[in-house]
């Protein structure tokens, strides 16, 4: 257990910076925790955590929007869910960028999908930097404050790992049902 968190605390900054290029959300929560055990810095690592968020919805705006070929091929499975994704820009406007940072399962889907559009890119940058500060602050804070109580989760799941398979089953299974009632074919 004393190397993995020497482990942590030497990597856990590159390990942050990465993950959060695609999310982040686990990872600056785990930063967190960790934090408010004494093993890595806070303010550091949401820091880090923002800067990352910020340059990867924006690499993958970038990615989108110079290679639309190459994105479409890789889209092919994901037609749908990318079509839910533009319904979600037209019905909420600007106001989708602003929160989906906080919705699993559209958060890469939405900067892919802006990229594919003629949407401003600086405009979407100052909305994607605006979006990251509250994504930050309240994954990050909340997550040191609740250290306590996530560590005794932490360890009643160790004790008893069913449990962790049973929720983790629950949350991929209520997305996968969502994302399947959402994207489903509309028969008229």
């Given amino acids: 257990m004393e190397d993995m968190l020497t482990n942590i605390t030497t990597y856990g900054y590159i390990g942050l910076f990465l993950y959060s290029l695609g999310g982040g959300f686990v990872a600056l929560m785990a930063a967190s925790v960790l934090s408010y055990m004494g093993k890595m810095d806070l303010a550091t690592s949401m820091a880090i955590a923002f800067t990352a968020n910020v340059l990867g919805d924006n690499l993958l705006l970038y990615v989108a929007r110079n290679q639309k070929a190459e994105m479409h091929g890789y889209l092919k499975k994901h ?29 890469t889907l939405i900067p892919i999908a802006i990229g594919l559009t ?55 299974g209520f997305l996968w049902l969502y994302m399947s009632i959402a994207t489903k074919k509309k028969v008229k």
């Fill in 79 to 107: 037609r749908r869910k990318l079509a839910l994704a533009h319904i979600m820009m037209k019905k909420y406007g600007s106001w989708i960028i602003l929160i989906q940072k906080f919705i699993y399962g559209i958060k």
């Fill in 118 to 172: 003629k949407y401003d890119v600086k405009k979407f940058t100052m909305l994607n930097i605006l979006s990251a500060i509250p994504w930050t602050l309240i994954v990050g804070f909340g997550s040191y404050y609740f250290g306590h109580a996530i560590e005794n989760l932490y360890n009643i799941v160790v004790a008893k790992p069913y449990i962790a398979v049973i929720v983790v089953g629950g949350i991929f």
